[in-house]
């Protein structure tokens, strides 16, 4: 069976990558499955040169075709900040990040936000495909639920009437920017094998 590497370091990102790509006849192994400890240095300019980097430069030292997802949340208020930057927006960790996006958006009505994912899988000799994902919501000031990751608790989905962090994992998988964005690559990587 052919053996896929996800190259992230956030656990949560590999199960619901897992998740999403599930009933597909490959084996995807992890970072920590195969003990690659190196750090990608996330320099681009954009999330999809950011994820090229991660899977191009994982995929080169360990031989595997590797597959990488940058994402961010991005504030319509803020001009699109975090955006790149969400996982250090803060510099303390996920409820260090919540507790500054919320003291920024103090008395700002507008509450518009979503969250992108560009996802990339790298096969060889600069052979790649790509593709992405966003999601629509709203960031409230309570943290609601305790399910998802980052920023998952203030990010409210007008349509379920329950954030990110409320709703279920299998929902979450179904609907998000990460699952459109895998769901889209991976009918492209078919397409690819068909012709
Ligand atoms: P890798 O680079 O190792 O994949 P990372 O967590 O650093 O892991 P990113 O650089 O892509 O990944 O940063 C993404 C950040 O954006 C993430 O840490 C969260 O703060 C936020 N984010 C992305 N997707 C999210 C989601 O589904 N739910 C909540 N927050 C999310």
Known sequence: MEKILIATHNINKVEEIKDILKNKDITFLTLDDIGYKNEVIEDGKTYFEN???KAKEISINTGYITIADDS????????GRPGLYS????G???LGNIKLLLKELKNIDNRNARFYASVVMYFKNDKYISSDGEIKGKIIDE???DKGFGYDPIFYLEEYNMTMGQISKELKNEISHRAKAFKKLWQIYEDSLDI
Do not use: C, F, I
């Not at 996982?87 to 803060?90: A, D, H, L, N, P």
């Open 87 to 90: 996982q250090r927006y803060s």
């Open 143 to 145: 943290m609601k639920g």
């Open 72 to 79: 961010g949340l991005e504030v319509e208020a803020l001009g």
């Open 51 to 53: 994820a090229l980097k």
């Open 92 to 94: 303390k960790g996920n």
